[in-house]
């Protein structure tokens, strides 16, 4: 039988294409996970055929994903040395592209995740057509796989992007520029790139991205993102839930009881115009009669009660709307934080974890796991998206988005 002995049956309508696929798999993972073997060691950790693993072998030799180098001594008994077989990493690579502010960004990774070469260029003018955006990631993950010619050929790609993103349909969406609606941003970068693209936005990544750096991922996991907008991102099962339009997790826009600010939607009450740091900004400023700082953790250092109590008034009403949340899902971690504004917060960051655990039903609250993540993790989850979109044998263990 050409399949491990110690993974699942295989159904009856297996086809031999399916079945060739799940051993090349199976070689892979060996590989990947326990460096180098040799065909004998593959053999008896597979449970697969001689004929069978030589036939593998010879496949992904070829295909520059294996390489042999280094021999085992041979058995004392006599014997040839066997040979030992090492899975490439950068036989392959993926592209993690973003909008950073009044930058591109374009990371390149390998098959492992590890980062290999990343770019920042300006950005193209806020006036610019959304076609121009899309050529100018092209432009940039074309230049910079250029000039690293040891990389092998580029595979998959991810875009993590700013507003709505309905990522089975490839669709882009910003709400506040007039036509940027429903964009078809995935086919305009793969049809510039000639690899498969991926659409995640930057809440969305952020999650992936941490969960793709533990040992062992919470199978239910939400993000509160606290930064110009308020939003998060949740995962139910393993798997990200993205809702009908891909808008799912749009925290910042619940309307909380006895607010009456104006939100940017245009509606009043909304968690985001009482909590984002456009909010926390503006009334710093008008509290101190100072430039406001440009992060959490510089506002908590004043350590002015007025300032304080503007902290304390924000993170209880985040607080308020992420516990809806947590009584909805029942995850195991509610993860906060993930971009420069929330990064190293402290005081803000206790307050509503105590809060959010104060607020949340008793048996859902019990045990919960309330924790900080870096803005490190965005590169991270697009990084993880775009191998999502490799060929079976060659995605990695965790899936979340596929």
């Not at 309508?13 to 399916?18: G, K, L, P, Y």
């Not at 520029?177 to 964009?183: A, E, G, N, Q, Y």
């Not at 009881?257 to 740091?277: F, H, K, L, N």
Request: aromatic share 4%; hydrophobic share 45%; with cysteine.
């Amino acid at each position: 039988m050409n399949v491990p002995s110690s993974g699942p049956l295989p159904s009856a309508r297996m086809s031999t294409a399916d079945i060739r696929e799940a051993n090349v798999g199976a070689v892979c993972r060996l590989l990947r996970e326990r460096g180098g073997l040799t065909r004998a060691e593959l053999g008896r950790l597979s449970g697969l055929t001689r004929p069978t693993i030589l036939a593998v072998v010879q496949q992904l030799v070829a295909d520059g994903l294996v390489v042999e180098e280094g021999q085992v001594k041979a058995a004392s008994g006599g014997g040839r040395p066997g040979s030992l077989l090492h899975f490439r990493s950068r036989a392959r690579v993926v592209a993690a592209v973003r909008m950073r502010g009044a930058q591109f960004e374009v990371t390149i990774a390998d098959l492992a995740g590890v980062v290999l070469a990343d770019s920042l260029v300006p950005a193209v003018a806020k006036t610019a057509d959304w076609t121009d955006v899309v050529a100018a990631f092209a432009a940039q993950i074309t230049g910079l796989r250029a000039a690293r010619p040891d990389f092998g050929p580029l595979a998959a790609v991810a875009m993590t992007l700013p507003g709505s993103i309905d990522r089975a349909r490839g669709l882009w969406t910003m709400a506040r520029l007039d036509d940027w609606s429903d964009l078809p941003a995935a086919d305009a970068l793969a049809a510039a790139v000639g690899v498969p693209v991926g659409l995640v936005n930057v809440v969305a990544a952020t999650l992936i991205g941490q969960l793709a750096m533990e040992p062992e991922p919470a199978r239910s996991a939400t993000l509160v993102y606290l930064g110009r907008g308020v939003g998060s991102a949740a995962t139910v099962g393993g798997r990200l839930i993205d809702g009908v339009t891909g808008s799912a997790g749009e925290l910042g826009h619940c309307v909380l009881p006895g607010i009456d600010e104006q939100c940017r939607c245009g509606r009043r009450g909304c968690v985001e115009s009482v909590t984002s740091s456009l909010h926390l900004s503006r009334e710093f400023e008008r509290i101190t009669g100072r430039p406001a700082p440009a992060t959490l953790a510089e506002m908590e250092a004043t350590g002015e009660k007025a300032v304080l109590a503007l902290l304390e008034r924000a993170a209880c009403r985040l607080a308020l709307a992420a516990s809806w949340q947590v009584n909805i899902i029942n995850p195991a971690v509610v993860y906060f934080g993930g971009n420069s504004f929330a990064d190293r917060s402290t005081w803000f960051f206790e307050r509503f974890a105590e809060e959010l655990r104060a607020l949340a039903h008793g048996p859902n609250s019990a045990g919960l796991a309330v924790r900080q993540l870096s803005s490190t993790s965005t590169v991270r989850g697009a990084i993880q998206v775009a191998s999502e979109m490799l060929p079976a044998f060659l995605r990695p263990a965790l899936r979340v988005v596929r």
